[in-house]
Each structure stands twice: as structure tokens, then as C-alpha cells.
């Protein structure tokens, strides 16, 4: 039997589901919805009036009166555009301690060095060292962050990323301060090799850190596993030091464990992090200790004059 179909009128229920409405309270202004709701065929608009008051709220409701509206209050003057609010307790905190103020951490990798650029895996040995790219590198990197102001910098003692922070801490009074929990990952007889002689020579174990590198081992040693207790150690050392604003310089595996760490992910996450020779990663801290990242792996330095203000 055939039937007639007809198109969908506006005002037919099933094709106009009810709909949510979310308003944004400003003190002293009135924000009008420009939308109207539609359920089950009638529609109404939404007008949402403001009294004066020196607290943002931020109201939703899915247009249904038997729902109550919630109201979260924000407690800084930040524009209701730009960046995010509060994040006490979203995350998990680094310090287990309540620390003075908030706290923002610039993370910088070391510049190209000789094993980069040799193709070779370099793991905590020092006998790699700063190219003169690298150098380059580090000094676009000093000139990009002129305008921050920070309390204190810590760096790796090895070579590579000793020498990066010293060049971004030219000409700034306080003395740099070396960590060994920012030390590079162990990576044992793999060190120094190219990386196509060790494919070549341990396929196992090589291919096991390439792709599986939480499940890496060597003699009983996880040094991917190892790394994240290793960070932890390393945030809690920089975010209970006295300031407000801190520069970090390290390595890759180590700025990868890192950042995982305060995001609050695995070692089996581990490669999904990466960051070049050069690049800039921000966090931001509450007074909780916990994380908020800003910006990951930032390099318009690395090809123009560009200058950061964060």
C-alpha cells in the first residue's frame, strides 16, 4: 500500500526537540537570548535580567520548569572569553601540600644536539653535546621569552641541557639550579648507539622501547616506570621552591614524563607527548598543587622574531 509522505511543518514535536538554554550573568547587564525554545510545538523566549552585583555567575537550565538553575560563582576578573576560571580539585595534585601561591612552570627542551643530529639514542649519557644549531636554537628561545619575568630556572646538570640554560639565563642575576631529578631516562647499552644499529642489533629491546617503552626492561628495570616517579620528584622540588614563576630546561623523555605526570596520565602514554629541540610547554599551578597545561610544545620562535607574553 503506498502511502503519501509529507515534509516536516515547524511546528511538528518529534522534529523540534526540546532544546538547552545557557545564559551568562555580567554584573550590572542584561543578556537577552537571542534563540527561542520550541517544545512540543509552542514557543516561548528566554530573557535573562542581571542585578547589580560584583560576582560573574554563570547560569544553565534545559529550558524545563521543573529543573532548577545552578549558579557557579568565579572569583577572578579574567574576561569571560579568555582563559579558564578555577580548577580546584579537577585535577591531582603534584605536592600532597597546600604551597604558598599559584605557580606557572615554563617547560624548555635542550637545543639540537650532537646525537640528535647523528641520529643516535642519548638517553642520561653526557658525551652528547650542543650543536651550533643547537646553540641558535637556545638563543631564539632567550630572545623569546625577554619579556617573562621568572623567579629562578632549573636545569638538567648534563651537558646538553646545562648548556641551553645557560644561554637562556644570560644577563638574569639569580643563579641557575641544577636538578637530578631533571636528568635524562637510562637507557643503558642502548646509549650512544644509532638508532638503525640498535634496530639492527637488539631488535627486542628496541623495539620494545619504540613501541612499547612502559614495558621496556633491563635487568629488571623499567626506566620509562622509573621516569614518572622521577618527575614527581622533580615537580615537588620546583613547586615547593620560594617564587611564583619558574623556567625548567630538560630533556625530551624526562619533559614527556613530565607533562604526563601533571596531566595524570600512564607510562603507557608516554609517546603520545612529544616536543621538539627548542620547544615551549606553560603549566599552570593552584595553590592545590594541581595542573593546568596552557601551552604544549609552542616553536613560532624557532622561524621568526616571535616574542612570548603568557
Given at each position: 500500500?503506498?502511502?503519501?509522505?509529507?515534509?516536516?511543518?515547524?511546528?511538528?514535536?518529534?522534529?523540534?526537540?526540546?532544546k538547552m538554554?545557557?545564559?551568562?550573568?555580567?554584573?550590572?547587564?542584561?543578556?537577552?537570548?537571542?534563540?527561542t525554545?520550541?517544545?512540543?510545538?509552542?514557543?516561548?523566549?528566554?530573557?535573562?535580567?542581571?542585578?547589580?552585583?560584583?560576582?560573574?555567575?554563570?547560569?544553565?537550565?534545559?529550558?524545563?520548569?521543573?529543573?532548577?538553575?545552578?549558579?557557579?560563582?568565579?572569583?577572578?576578573?579574567?574576561?569571560?572569553?579568555?582563559?579558564?576560571?578555577d580548577?580546584?580539585?579537577?585535577t591531582?595534585?603534584?605536592?600532597?601540600?597546600?604551597?604558598?601561591?599559584?605557580?606557572?612552570?615554563?617547560?624548555?627542551?635542550?637545543?639540537?644536539?650532537?646525537?640528535?643530529?647523528?641520529?643516535?639514542?642519548?638517553?642520561?649519557?653526557?658525551?652528547?653535546?650542543?650543536?651550533?644549531?643547537?646553540?641558535?636554537?637556545?638563543?631564539?628561545?632567550?630572545?623569546?621569552?625577554?619579556?617573562?619575568?621568572?623567579?629562578?630556572?632549573?636545569?638538567?646538570?648534563?651537558?646538553?641541557?646545562?648548556?641551553?640554560?645557560?644561554?637562556?639565563?644570560?644577563?638574569?642575576?639569580?643563579?641557575?639550579?641544577?636538578?637530578d631529578?631533571l636528568?635524562?631516562?637510562?637507557?643503558?647499552?642502548?646509549?650512544?648507539?644509532?638508532?638503525?644499529?640498535?634496530?639492527?642489533?637488539?631488535?627486542?629491546?628496541?623495539?620494545?622501547?619504540?613501541?612499547?617503552?612502559?614495558?621496556?626492561c633491563?635487568?629488571?628495570?623499567?626506566?620509562?616506570?622509573?621516569?614518572?616517579?622521577?618527575a614527581r620528584?622533580?615537580?615537588?622540588?620546583?613547586?615547593?621552591?620560594?617564587?611564583?614563576?619558574?623556567l625548567?630546561?630538560?630533556?625530551?623523555?624526562?619533559?614527556?614524563?613530565?607533562?604526563?605526570?601533571?596531566l595524570g596520565?600512564?607510562?603507557?602514554?608516554?609517546?603520545?607527548?612529544?616536543?621538539n629541540?627548542?620547544?615551549?610547554?606553560?603549566?599552570?599551578?593552584?595553590?592545590?598543587?594541581?595542573?593546568?597545561?596552557?601551552?604544549?610544545?609552542?616553536?613560532?620562535?624557532?622561524?621568526?622574531?616571535?616574542?612570548?607574553?603568557?
Open positions: 500500500m503506498h502511502q503519501n509522505h509529507r515534509r516536516p511543518q515547524r511546528g511538528d514535536a518529534t522534529q523540534y526537540p526540546k538554554v545557557c545564559g551568562v550573568l555580567l554584573s550590572s547587564i542584561s543578556v537577552i537570548c537571542p534563540c525554545t520550541s517544545i512540543y510545538g509552542s514557543k516561548r523566549s528566554t530573557k535573562i535580567q542581571t542585578r547589580s552585583c560584583a560576582t560573574r555567575r554563570i547560569q544553565c537550565s534545559n529550558s524545563g520548569p521543573d529543573l532548577p538553575l545552578t549558579t557557579e560563582n568565579f572569583q577572578n576578573d579574567a574576561s569571560m572569553t579568555g582563559g579558564a576560571y580548577f580546584e580539585r579537577a591531582t595534585s603534584l605536592t600532597s601540600l597546600s604551597i604558598s601561591s599559584s605557580k606557572k612552570v615554563t617547560l624548555v627542551r635542550h637545543g639540537l644536539s650532537s646525537w640528535n643530529e647523528e641520529s643516535r639514542v642519548q638517553g642520561s649519557s653526557n658525551l652528547s653535546i650542543l650543536t651550533e644549531t643547537g646553540v641558535r636554537q637556545a638563543e631564539r628561545c632567550r630572545k623569546a621569552l625577554t619579556s617573562m619575568h621568572f623567579d629562578q630556572c632549573f636545569s638538567s646538570p648534563i651537558s646538553r641541557a646545562k648548556s641551553t640554560a645557560e644561554v637562556l639565563w644570560q644577563g638574569r642575576e639569580e643563579p641557575l639550579i641544577f636538578l631529578s636528568k635524562e631516562a637510562h637507557l643503558f647499552f642502548l646509549e650512544g648507539m644509532k638508532n638503525v644499529d640498535a634496530k639492527e642489533r637488539y631488535p627486542k629491546e628496541y623495539t620494545t622501547w619504540r613501541e612499547d617503552p612502559a614495558n621496556f633491563v635487568n629488571g628495570v623499567y626506566p620509562v616506570r622509573k621516569l614518572w616517579g622521577t620528584e622533580a615537580w615537588r622540588e620546583i613547586l615547593l621552591s620560594p617564587g611564583e614563576s619558574f625548567v630546561v630538560t630533556h625530551k623523555s624526562i619533559l614527556r614524563s613530565l607533562i604526563c605526570t601533571a596520565l600512564p607510562p603507557e602514554r608516554f609517546r603520545a607527548i612529544d616536543v629541540n627548542g620547544g615551549i610547554s606553560v603549566f599552570n599551578f593552584n595553590k592545590r598543587g594541581e595542573a593546568m597545561l596552557q601551552s604544549l610544545n609552542m616553536t613560532a620562535h624557532m622561524y621568526n622574531d616571535h616574542v612570548y607574553l603568557y
